[in-house]
């Protein structure tokens, strides 16, 4: 029989024991060493049934009101989805917030959303508890079934949108690709080019990469404008 040694949201560090058991599964943060779930990082504990990860605190996701993210769905019950949104919690997608549509009681969400898909959803509510609420209803919110979607720390994707939309622009440009930046950290490429999408997708690690250095839009420009001579 299995057995947690560690409470929900704890604070853990590299080497410490969250479960012993193989009842356990560890997932991102940490791994298996014999019969113990071991963290490999430092975070936050998370415990969702016999999965357990750690939340690091570099670069973690914090859900606000109204913030914009990508999500991908990892459930669903008779009457919503759940929505990985790179938290420690999923956020709720509830029948009424996810289409314009009437979705009768009972009917086949998987035709709607199936665990795995992408989308661009709203946060429209985050309780004292973290219980994440998300909308479909709104400009520019939809389910992704095209492109790639990247994911980058929350933190820098001020730069990768740049000053007025000033960065994401010109990548968009030279490109030729739709780009969506979300404030949890995923970003979201479209292109007809299978070597413009990957263009698009280098400039932005680009821009991860170098965003606490001077002269980024520059470096960018000229990473993009030969690239794209290629």
Not at 18 to 39: C, H, K, N, Q, W
Not at 179 to 193: F, H, L, M, S
Request: charged share 25%.
């Amino acid at each position: 029989m299995g057995e947690i040694k560690v409470k929900e949201k704890e604070v853990v560090t590299p080497g410490d024991i969250l479960a012993s058991g193989m009842d356990y599964i560890p997932t991102d943060g940490a791994f298996r060493d014999g019969e113990d779930v071991i963290a490999s990082q430092v975070g936050l504990v998370n415990i969702k049934g016999r999965l357990i990860k750690v939340m690091p605190f570099n670069g973690v996701y914090i859900p606000k009101m109204d913030d914009v993210v990508i999500g991908r769905v990892s459930d669903m019950t008779f009457s919503s989805w759940f929505v990985n949104v790179r938290y420690a919690y999923d956020g709720v997608l509830s029948l009424k917030d996810a289409s314009s549509d009437y979705i009768e009681r009972g009917a086949d969400l998987s035709a709607y959303f199936a665990i795995g898909d992408y989308v661009v959803a709203k946060v429209t509510k985050v309780t004292k508890s973290m219980a994440i609420d998300l909308t479909m209803k709104g400009p520019g919110l939809k389910k992704l079934t095209t492109g790639t979607v990247v994911e980058i720390t929350p933190q820098k994707v001020p730069r990768v949108v740049g000053k007025m939309g000033s960065m994401i622009s010109m990548i968009k440009e030279t490109t030729g690709c739709q780009v969506i930046a979300a404030q949890n950290g995923r970003i979201w490429i479209g292109g007809k080019e299978p070597k413009m999408e990957r263009l698009a997708i280098e400039a932005i690690q680009l821009i991860e990469e170098n965003a606490h250095k001077s002269g980024l839009t520059e470096k960018v420009k000229d990473f993009l404008t030969k690239g794209a001579k290629k």
